[in-house]
């Protein structure tokens, strides 16, 4: 699917639950919320995500890494629809993300985002 510019892009900052078992709820649903990320990338709906690490993460082995959220750029008819995306994911279905910190923005891109993989 080809990207359409026009297509207003929204900023997503879904901040983890702060709980002692937040990263085991992570790791325990990754793979499902990475495919879901993966086949929305693929149509073009979700442009750019990541993870994102605490500050003491960023020198550390894969496996001694902790999370502090989530970021991710959509484009999408509506911040709405986004806000959709975002609730039929995994992450915010099973309490990683901490859904009263969740923001949605409207964000107008100052750099290109990466080309929709075909």
């Given at each position: 699917?080809?990207?359409?510019?026009?297509?207003?892009?929204?900023?997503?900052?879904?901040?983890?639950?702060?709980?002692?078992?937040a990263?085991?709820?992570?790791?325990?649903?990754r793979?499902?919320h990475?495919?879901n990320?993966?086949?929305?990338?693929?149509?073009?709906?979700?442009?750019?995500?990541?993870?994102?690490?605490?500050?003491?993460?960023?020198?550390v082995?894969p496996?001694d890494?902790?999370?502090?959220?989530?970021?991710?750029?959509?484009?999408?008819?509506?911040?709405?629809?986004?806000?959709?995306?975002?609730?039929?994911?995994?992450?915010?279905?099973?309490g990683?993300?901490?859904?009263?910190?969740l923001?949605i923005?409207?964000?107008?891109?100052?750099t290109s985002?990466?080309?929709?993989p075909?």
């Amino acid at each position: 699917m080809s990207t359409n510019s026009e297509l207003p892009k929204f900023v997503v900052w879904a901040p983890d639950c702060t709980d002692e078992s937040a990263l085991a709820r992570r790791l325990a649903v990754r793979s499902s919320h990475l495919e879901n990320a993966n086949k929305l990338t693929k149509q073009g709906i979700l442009r750019t995500a990541g993870g994102v690490l605490t500050s003491d993460s960023a020198d550390v082995a894969p496996s001694d890494r902790k999370f502090f959220g989530s970021c991710m750029i959509f484009e999408a008819e509506s911040l709405e629809a986004v806000r959709k995306y975002i609730e039929e994911d995994v992450y915010y279905k099973t309490g990683v993300w901490d859904k009263e910190k969740l923001l949605i923005l409207p964000i107008l891109m100052a750099t290109s985002l990466p080309p929709v993989p075909s």
